[in-house]
């Protein structure tokens, strides 16, 4: 399943990087090995970036003779960015810092790694001075994916003291994590506090991120303590982090304590509570807690962790309002060779319903009435109409009583069937 979903991960996990790295992936992965682009699947804060799988046409605009278009022009990894900037620069053409930093991150985009490298390489090189903090960052995250992170730990440690800020501690930090080195990123992470950096919520998300992929549950809890108690403000990426960790441990106690938590946030808006509206609607639907039956089939080589956090990300993502992402999330879930579960089909299907996606929905219910494992659950879409209904959302469960009689279903609550 891991090897599925990992590349919808991808694009989520742009999200989560520091603003120098332009598009990292998002997937399973131990390996540290030169050619890993691996990272782990569980997102977090919410920072601008560069989406993944971007047709490089769209990049590049166009193949003219402009220094962008060279570069894209050589394709094959085998091929060298370095000489084509060398014989530009031959040519008496400038190649200034901002355009070069906007190729690699383009390259970067298309996941031509090794020629962003060597585009970052020459700005190096030839435009020392105009350097920044974040290409420093983004040279980490390149080496990374070129040769490794213990390449690029040795070009963190060889870095100039004043060279060694935020953005390339975090780098390094997130090469770690995708790599699944906990104690280096944990050691690294002390590094950080000890050197009194301004420490921001992209870095404990980072820790978050690594302690769920490698299925250390209790040491989220420990570090969004630790955000708290640094005045760091969480974001929605902190809180589906939390939430993920609380639902997978099967801790409805603390789960909706997050939610509540959530509610008082200052910087709770429209997304943070559709997000908190379906987190609770997934609890109530699914039985998340002493629901009598297994989350996965015990012959399921995937853990109960992995399809939770998968609901999850699919939740965080109808918040965020990425349909898109959703929809990638959903078709990556149906071609893993694991089974799915009722609460996956109620996970997505629920999103869909509480966004206004009818047709999207319908799709959903068709999928799950066609499937074999697991069959198709009337009571499973009874308990989502009574969770729509217990969150006073009374025209979503109209529409789903709609929607499930064009499917010949008919929904009844428990409320009705009491009465």
């Not at 014989?87 to 901002?98: I, L």
């Not at 490794?148 to 994590?177: R, W």
């Not at 990300?313 to 990425?322: F, T, W, Y």
Request: hydrophobic share 40%.
């Amino acid at each position: 399943m891991a090897a599925m979903l990992l590349r919808v991960a991808r694009a989520s996990r742009c999200l989560a990087l520091p603003r120098y790295i332009g598009a990292s992936p998002t997937p399973l992965s131990s390996s540290s090995s030169a050619a890993s682009t691996a990272e782990t699947p569980f997102p977090a804060a919410a920072t601008p970036g560069i989406a993944a799988d971007v047709d490089e046409a769209v990049i590049v605009g166009g193949e003219g003779d402009d220094l962008r278009s060279r570069v894209f022009r050589l394709r094959l990894a085998k091929r060298s960015a370095t000489e084509a900037l060398e014989k530009w620069a031959g040519e008496g053409r400038a190649a200034p810092a901002p355009e070069l930093r906007r190729i690699a991150r383009d390259l970067s985009r298309a996941r031509r790694y090794k020629h962003a490298l060597e585009v970052a390489e020459w700005m190096k090189t030839h435009n020392e001075s105009d350097l920044s903090e974040n290409d420093y960052g983004m040279r980490i995250d390149l080496i990374t994916r070129v040769f490794g992170a213990n390449a690029a730990e040795d070009f963190f440690e060889k870095l100039p003291p004043g060279a060694k800020s935020l953005e390339a501690y975090t780098a390094l930090l997130h090469s770690y994590a995708r790599s699944k080195m906990t104690d280096k990123a944990e050691r690294l992470f002390q590094r950080m506090k000890d050197a009194n950096l301004s420490i921001d919520v992209l870095v404990y998300n980072e820790m978050m991120t690594l302690y769920m992929s490698v299925g250390e549950l209790d040491k989220v809890p420990v570090v969004a303590e630790e955000l708290k108690r640094a005045n760091v403000s969480p974001d929605l990426f902190t809180y589906n982090l939390r939430v993920s960790a609380a639902a997978a441990s099967m801790d409805l106690e603390v789960f909706k304590g997050i939610l509540d938590e959530m509610a008082k946030d200052p910087n709770s808006n429209e997304g943070w509570a559709l997000y908190r509206n379906l987190a609770g609607i997934y609890a109530d639907a699914t039985q998340l807690v002493g629901s009598g039956n297994p989350l996965v089939e015990a012959e399921a080589k995937i853990s109960q962790r992995e399809w939770i956090t998968y609901d999850f990300l699919v939740i965080l993502h109808a918040g965020l309002g990425n349909l898109g992402r959703v929809k990638d999330i959903w078709k990556s879930m149906q071609m893993t060779s694991q089974r799915m579960t009722s609460r996956n089909y109620v996970c997505v299907l629920s999103s869909y319903l509480m966004c206004g996606q009818l047709k999207d929905a319908a799709e959903v219910v068709d999928k799950w009435q066609q499937s074999k494992a697991p069959e198709f659950d009337i009571s499973a879409c009874n308990r989502l109409f009574d969770a729509f209904l217990g969150a006073g959302f009374t025209e979503t469960a109209d529409s789903f009583r709609e929607l499930m009689l064009q499917k010949s279903c008919i929904l009844t609550s428990r409320a009705s069937e009491s009465s």
